[in-house]
């Protein structure tokens, strides 16, 4: 048999583990998401020709190039004001952990981000009502008034059930099952 295939198989997964790296989580919150007016690109070039055989003279030819890609889609000004928009929305989230924080302020990694949210209040969600109950508990609570004989699921007081069932006392021996004689055959036979 011919094991060269799987020997080279065995040799790229090895050298594929030797040389990956591993894949990190990148935060892209505040990135510019690819964003790009345009490319400007200046180039040289030198070319040499040999023309002309009988006199043996070369001729060069040196250029200059200037090159500029425009790329299609939105406008320029228009995408760096969405970018400036997704970053301030972002720094709005996240500005009242670090104001709330201030062992961040003398930390000297976190400058930039500290002067970016000095100042930016975080505002509170005021639409809960005054009992903190959601709308989820009203209505279970008006529910629980129309129909008082209902128990339901996740009541804080569990009331005792009408069941006529009760717990036999401590120390109560269980009768043992009956067993009708067809078990009965089948466990002799076992």
């Not at 003279?57 to 299609?72: A, G, M, P």
């Not at 505002?123 to 009992?131: A, M, Q």
Request: aromatic share 10%; charged share 30%.
């Amino acid at each position: 048999m011919d094991y060269r295939f799987t020997a080279l198989l065995i040799i790229m997964l090895c050298a594929l583990t030797f040389f990956a790296k591993p894949a990190y989580p990148k935060n892209e919150y505040l990135n510019e998401y690819g964003v790009r007016c345009g490319e400007m690109e200046i180039s040289t070039e030198q070319r040499d020709t040999d023309y002309n055989y009988s006199e043996s003279s070369t001729h060069e030819q040196q250029y200059l190039r200037f090159t500029y890609r425009k790329y299609l889609g939105t406008d320029c000004k228009t995408s760096k004001e969405n970018v400036q928009i997704k970053q301030q929305l972002e720094l709005m989230k996240m500005c009242g952990r670090v104001n709330s924080n201030p062992s961040l302020a003398y930390n000297s990694n976190f400058d930039l981000l500290v002067a970016k949210c000095r100042g930016v209040t975080p505002s509170r969600d005021n639409t809960r009502p005054d009992d903190l109950k959601s709308h989820w508990d009203v209505l279970k609570d008006e529910y629980k008034k129309e129909n008082p004989d209902i128990q339901l699921m996740g009541d804080k007081f569990i009331k005792p059930s009408k069941s006529k069932l009760k717990m036999p006392p401590k120390g109560y021996i269980m009768p043992l099952p009956k067993v009708d004689d067809e078990e009965a055959a089948w466990n002799e036979i076992e």
